[in-house]
């Protein structure tokens, strides 16, 4: 239990090289616009989190989890199939290479067997399908995943607010800690059909990304 909690930590971590640094999910093209500040970034949180997270990369992951082969593969497709956006969806890919690359120099198996086929086209890695494969191959059980599934991306979406100046360490850690009994119950294993709309957020990954902080 000790070694599943430290490689959880390892992997949830913001020094970890997965390439959510470079994301916003929405966030810097809503903040440009006047839909989120200070006041009301715990909101927006929640909403990304228990909205999006909870609703769509939980069950993602989940089903992502316990798959592999053809299988595995089959299941990114339907994930794939479920954006409504396409920037969304591109997004997502991206998100998803990055963490590959870092699992794959990490020499994960897994990983690498994705990121041949995406490059075969025969894939299309989706974050959630890529951390339930790789956290399975590394042994980490599905509560454990999940958790660190979704302590990552709420602590990049923090994060990602801070650099832009929306808010201070204190707000995010205080926004964190305010999220976290919800959170506890968002992470448990789904296995209902993913379906999400964030709708703010997702029409601010729309918007053109010329001069921004991050991708998205």
Known sequence: MTGDLLLALQLGDSAYPSGAFGFSWGLEGAAADGHVDRASFTDW?????????????????????????DALLEWDCQADLLFWAEPVRRHSMEAGAAFL?????????????????????????????????VYAELGLP??????????????????????????????????????????????????????AFAPISEIAMLRPGDGRLFVN
């Open 45 to 69: 949180l929640a909403v990304e989190m228990l909205q999006r997270w909870a609703r769509f990369d939980n069950p993602v992951l989940t089903g992502a989890w316990d798959r592999m082969g």
């Open 101 to 133: 690359a870092a699992a794959s120099r990490l020499e994960v198996n897994a990983a690498r067997g994705l990121l041949v086929a995406t490059d075969r086209d025969q894939a299309h890695g989706h974050l959630p399908v890529a951390q339930g494969a």
């Open 142 to 195: 599905l509560d454990h995943a999940l958790a660190t599934s979704a302590y990552a991306a709420a602590q990049g979406v923090v994060s990602a607010a801070i650099r832009l100046g929306l808010i201070s360490a204190f707000d995010g850690q205080r926004a964190l800690a305010d999220l976290r009994p919800a959170l506890i119950e968002a992470a448990r294993p789904c296995s209902d059909p993913p379906a």
